[in-house]
């Protein structure tokens, strides 16, 4: 075992094994909130420099870089990350950095990007399972997403993914848990009678917390069979609205996580057909509902109330 | 020199107004704008934009490492502009810790900076966000107070400082390195055919006088108060009947207690006198 920077990140030689969206990762430190696994890994991440000179980048934003196959982001103060081929992640620290922030900016969206390259979808949502069925809820961020997956939670449905909800076609179209926890902020946490000091922070300075899903999490892959567009309104009350047509497919290829990288890496065909398959086969909603404090429980209850319509369908 | 002319103002000042004129200016086959879809959108503080551009997501970054990097998005937004831009925007002019401006100088075209009476915005401001009058001069009165501040909560906007009423205007009354235009709400309302099209010159439009009272026509308070009425408006807060009011000049008399309007004119006498909303005795001119 070795010590790197001070006390800021324990290094193991041996790779400590997490399963993420049905995908065995080889990290070279404890991420204690992730599910571990026994298993070889299908994807080995490694701390050291990155060299992306000789690269022909078919993309270049602000802080990231695509071609196919590989993709590259800087965090500034925190870390550069290379992607590459599905397989192989690299980290290279910056010194000092909060060694939980390396972490979270490997789930997202570093993990993203990976799931992109292993031809998996991850849409930008969370996803909650009634009765072995997988139903999405995507939506932009700040949208309430995981804030009505563990409202959810808390009436008994079971949350398979937060953030990230990563769709496969094996050969119908399923949803691979994520992560075993749900990213809630402080405000979340009390709307949900929850304290926040009884769980720990994703970084240091920000008031976002793990709020563990245990044994609730569903272990296998579900079967998609529902997908929820949300968005918030100012009225009273909240409007579900049944999608149709060919605008469906788009509307939930909005929801792509990281859009623009997808066309880089290759994949946009193959984005296409999954898209096409998920609007043929998956019912869309439109949810609209209003994002005061004082209307989160119906929220959460008209959601509730539809799931469970739509699972017996 | 960038694409990007900024629409500049401490909150309920007429920023809503004027969009609803540039969206009828630019495209004079509406015979009413949609309050839905009005220009000078989306605003600087969008967290969508953000997360476009970099990538990134936001909520798991710092504010103070999202503003590190938002003057970046706005370079490559007029970068990849064909054409002037109008954005909206609600944030003081701040310097990052690198000692650069938040509003990026290359990207500029120029700022139009609307100012509204301030004992007029805190009737206005109080009602839209649901907030006693008291509370809401507490803020227009705070130095360090911030739009989508609260960290405890992710807002659906990044974090925006406006630094209290006087502070806001003050900073952009110092941001030396783009060409501001300050333009009073009360002109807006009295003498509106020269104030705007004073207003759309300084941003580079050449449109003509009609074309400049045609779209004020269309956008006639009464004709936006009906939209809303009919069709909502997004931008309306959920306990609030509507968010088109009044939109008077001097409607404050009818709300405001003294203690108010001392606290008010106490906090921010020396830019009420500058821009004419105090008289030489002290006394509110409008």
């Given at each position: 075992m070795t010590k790197v920077r001070g006390d800021a990140l324990v290094v193991f030689k041996a790779k400590k094994k997490y399963l993420l969206y049905g995908v065995v990762i080889g990290l070279p430190?404890?991420?204690?909130?992730l599910r571990e696994s026994d298993s070889d890994p299908d994807v080995v991440v490694n701390l050291g420099p990155i060299e992306h000179q000789d690269i022909r980048w078919a993309e270049e934003g602000l802080c990231h870089k695509a071609a196919p196959g590989v993709y590259f982001i800087r965090i500034q103060g925190i870390a550069n990350y290379l992607v590459r081929n599905g397989c192989e992640i690299v980290v290279e620290m910056v010194d000092g950095a909060d060694p939980e922030a390396v972490k979270l900016f490997l789930l997202h969206p570093v993990m993203g990007a990976l799931l992109i390259q292993r031809d998996l979808l991850p849409l930008q949502g969370s996803c909650v399972v009634y009765k072995k069925r997988a139903f999405a809820l995507l939506g932009a961020s700040a949208t309430g997403k995981s804030f009505l997956a563990a409202g959810l939670m808390k009436k008994g449905l079971k949350v398979l993914s937060d953030h990230i909800c990563c769709v496969i076609e094996n050969p119908h179209l399923m949803v691979t848990p994520g992560y075993p926890f749900l990213l809630l902020w402080h405000k979340g946490l009390r709307l949900l009678g929850e304290q926040n000091n009884r769980f720990a922070r994703v970084?240091?300075?920000?008031?976002?917390?793990?709020?563990p899903l245990d044994?609730?999490?569903?272990e296998g892959v579900a079967p998609l069979c529902g997908i929820y567009l949300l968005s918030n309104w100012n009225r009273d009350g909240h409007e579900f609205d049944t999608l149709t047509g060919f605008d469906k497919m788009f509307r939930i290829l909005d929801h792509t996580y990281h859009e623009p990288s997808v066309k880089a890496m290759g994949i946009f065909k193959w984005q296409q057909k999954i898209g096409s398959a998920l609007a043929k086969c998956v019912p869309v909603k439109s949810y609209r509902f209003s994002a005061y404090e004082d209307r989160a429980q119906k929220s959460i209850d008209s959601l509730y109330e539809n799931i469970l319509a739509a699972a017996e369908k | 020199m960038g694409n990007i002319v900024w629409l500049v103002s401490y909150p309920k000042s007429g920023n809503t107004w004027f969009r609803a004129f540039l969206a009828a200016l630019l495209d004079e086959n509406q015979e009413s704008p949609d309050i839905n879809r009005l220009a000078g959108g989306p605003i600087f503080s969008s967290r969508y934009v953000f997360n476009n551009y970099t990538g990134l997501d936001s909520s798991d970054l710092l504010p103070d490492e999202i503003d590190k990097l938002r003057p970046a998005v706005y370079r490559k937004l007029s970068s990849e502009a064909a054409t002037t831009v109008f954005i909206k925007a609600h944030d003081a002019y701040t310097y990052l810790s690198d000692g650069n401006p938040l509003f990026p100088t290359e990207a500029t075209r120029c700022a139009l900076y609307l100012v509204r009476n301030p004992l007029d915005i805190a009737p206005s401001f109080a009602n839209h966000s649901t907030s006693s009058l008291d509370k809401t001069i507490s803020s227009m009165c705070d130095a360090k107070d911030a739009f989508c501040?609260?960290?405890k909560n992710l807002h659906n906007q990044l974090r925006q400082w406006l630094l209290g009423w006087s502070g806001h205007i003050k900073s952009w009354l110092s941001a030396e390195a783009i060409p501001v235009r300050f333009i009073r709400y009360e002109d807006m309302k009295a003498k509106p055919l020269e104030t705007f099209i004073n207003a759309i010159q300084f941003a580079g439009l050449t449109h003509s006088l009609d074309a400049v009272a045609n779209a004020l026509d269309a956008c006639a308070f009464e004709k936006l108060r009906q939209q809303e009425a009919e069709n909502g408006f997004?931008?309306?807060?959920?306990?609030?009947?509507?968010?088109?009011?009044k939109g008077e000049v001097g409607s404050w008399r009818e709300t405001l207690e003294d203690r108010h309007v001392d606290q008010l004119i106490k906090t921010h006498a020396d830019i009420m006198h500058r821009f004419g909303y105090l008289d030489g005795a002290e006394n509110p001119v409008y």
């Open positions: 430190f404890t991420f204690s909130q970084r240091q300075g920000l008031e976002k917390y793990f709020f044994c609730m999490a569903e | 501040g609260n960290p997004r931008e309306k807060g959920l306990r609030v009947n509507a968010f088109f009011r």
